[in-house]
């Protein structure tokens, strides 16, 4: 399995981003694997952010600093993942990684299988 993100950048606190993970290797509509996403901040610990289980786009999971702002989401005829970024804040600035889980949500270090190569968002005025 391989995980391509794009859709980093660089915007201004308050404003929204969408970040996309094609996903090859395998089709999703048939993969059992919990998808997402994680970050990593300057100088910290990458953190697991977001998690969608397999074929349902109503079993999402999310840490309480993304909660409420940030919604993941699956297009399984487009093998893509996406995470919308709203209300975007300083905090957020990190590295974003899309990655492959295990069977459940939330995802942690241990359970992921795959990382994509990541993409920079920065968030500054």
């Known amino acids: 399995v391989q995980l391509v993100e794009s859709g980093g950048g660089l915007v201004q606190p308050g404003d929204s981003l969408r970040l996309s993970c094609a996903v090859s290797g395998t089709r999703l509509v048939t993969y059992a694997n919990a998808i997402g996403w994680f970050r990593q901040a300057p100088g910290k610990e990458r953190e697991g952010i977001s998690c969608v289980l397999s074929q349902s786009n109503s079993a999402t999971d999310y840490a309480d600093s993304v909660k409420g702002r940030f919604t993941i989401s699956r297009d399984n005829a487009k093998n893509t993942v996406y995470l919308q970024m709203n209300s975007l804040k300083s905090d957020d600035t990190a590295i974003y990684y899309c990655?492959?889980?295990?069977?459940?949500?939330?995802?942690?270090?241990?359970?992921?299988?795959?990382w994509g190569q990541g993409t920079q968002v920065t968030v500054s005025s």
């Open positions: 990655v492959v889980g295990g069977l459940d949500c939330p995802i942690t270090r241990a359970d992921v299988r795959y």
